[in-house]
């Protein structure tokens, strides 16, 4: 890899391992696994490349619902899960349920747990109710959430203040990160929170 397509000071060892479509024997080898998951479109494997300063190692597209399988990457000691999205209204309704079915399956399986799940939401939108409900299942389950809201380039500094209102009424006193795998905006805060 180049130094022109490195976007992180953090040069962590990072390489596109598989794609998985369902059960996998390298999800239970025991290596720390960190899951990013979040609407379709709203940056996950923009984010994978911004948190690891490798620009091109996960696919992102203007087209929504580009990642139809689990893909796995190393990345130092651990492994990056990019995971499909939801809510992509578009997609014949037996692709969504597949895609949604293999989220559920990834997230809630009895063999083994991601270390840490970052959900990225829209910092323009805030959190939708697909998001709220599946943020409501990983905290059931007890899963350790990171919510990062992605694409914050595209809010006006002069409209932080009611964003950041509407983004507490929603989530109440959870930490969200303003972030944008666009600019870099956030990277640091964020590389923080995953490494500690
Ligand atoms: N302005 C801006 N655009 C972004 C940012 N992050 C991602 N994008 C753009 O949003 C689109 C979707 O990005 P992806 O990273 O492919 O999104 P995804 O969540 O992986 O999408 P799916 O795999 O389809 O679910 C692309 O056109 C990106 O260039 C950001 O922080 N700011
Ligand atoms: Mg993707």
Redesign the pocket.
Known sequence: MTEKNRTSNLSLPAKFLKTAMGADPIFSDGTPQIALI??????????L?ALTGVKKL??????????RGINLFSWGDSYLV?L??YG?AKLPDKERRRLSELMGWYLFNDSFSPRLVIQ?IDARLGPTPADLEVLGLLEANERRVLLIA?????IKAGDRAKIRRLLTSKLGSRPVFF?????GMGVPEVLKEILC
């Open positions: 979040g609407r379709s479109n709203v940056g996950k494997s923009s984010t490349n996960a696919i992102a597209s203007a087209t929504p619902g580009r990642t990019d499909p999205g992509y990225i992605n694409k914050s380039d595209k972030y944008s795998a666009k600019t």
